[in-house]
C-alpha cells in the first residue's frame, strides 16, 4: 500500500504526475524553495517532475539546478509517497513523488533557472512545519528519524562534503 496524501475532490480530475524531490543538508540546515506565486509564496522541497525517458536521479539533478543553482547527486532512495494538490494554475494533480537523499556538490548559480524559486536554508523541524505538501513533512520526518538511526551514514557524508 502506498501513501496517498491529500483529498481528492469530487468532481476534480487528478492527473497523474511521477515527480521525485531531494532533501540536501549542509551545516544541520535542509534546502529548500521559496516559491512566489499570484497567491502568495509557499516552501517546497527541491524537485518536480520526471521528464521524457529521465531517470529519477537525472531528474534530481536538473531540477535543483534550475530551482536553485546546487550540483548535486542523489545518494539514496528514502521513501515514496504521492499526493492529491492544486497547482496555483488550477490544474489538479496527483504527485507521485520519489524522494531522495542528496549529496551536495557545489555551487553554479548561473545554473538557475526559475525567477520565481529562492533557495532557502531550514532547520528540519522549521522545514517540517513549512512546506506546503504533507507528502514533503512526511519524507523529511522519515529522513529525520533515518539521520537519527544512521549517524556513521550522516558522518561519512559530511566528510565528503
Excluded at 65 to 83: F, I, K, N, Y
Aim: aromatic share 8%; with cysteine; proline share 4%.
Amino acid at each position: 500500500m502506498k501513501l496517498q496524501f491529500g483529498i481528492a475532490r469530487g468532481g476534480m480530475e487528478y492527473a497523474h504526475r511521477a515527480a521525485v524531490f531531494g532533501i540536501a543538508e549542509h551545516n544541520g540546515l535542509i534546502a529548500c524553495v521559496r516559491i512566489v506565486r499570484d497567491r502568495g509564496p509557499y516552501f517546497d522541497l527541491p524537485g518536480g517532475a520526471i521528464e521524457g525517458q529521465e531517470t529519477e536521479a537525472e531528474a534530481l539533478e536538473r531540477e535543483f539546478r534550475e530551482e536553485t543553482g546546487l550540483d548535486v547527486t542523489p545518494v539514496d532512495r528514502l521513501t515514496e509517497a504521492s499526493q492529491y494538490f492544486e497547482r496555483t494554475d488550477g490544474v489538479a494533480l496527483n504527485n507521485v513523488s520519489a524522494f531522495w537523499t542528496m549529496r551536495i556538490a557545489g555551487s553554479t548559480p548561473a545554473n538557475k533557472q526559475e525567477a520565481d524559486h529562492q533557495l532557502v536554508w531550514l532547520s528540519p523541524e522549521e522545514a517540517l512545519k513549512s512546506v506546503r505538501h504533507e507528502a514533503h513533512a512526511w519524507a523529511i520526518t522519515c529522513w529525520m528519524r533515518w539521520r537519527a538511526t544512521h549517524p556513521e551514514t550522516v558522518n561519512q557524508e559530511q566528510a565528503k562534503g
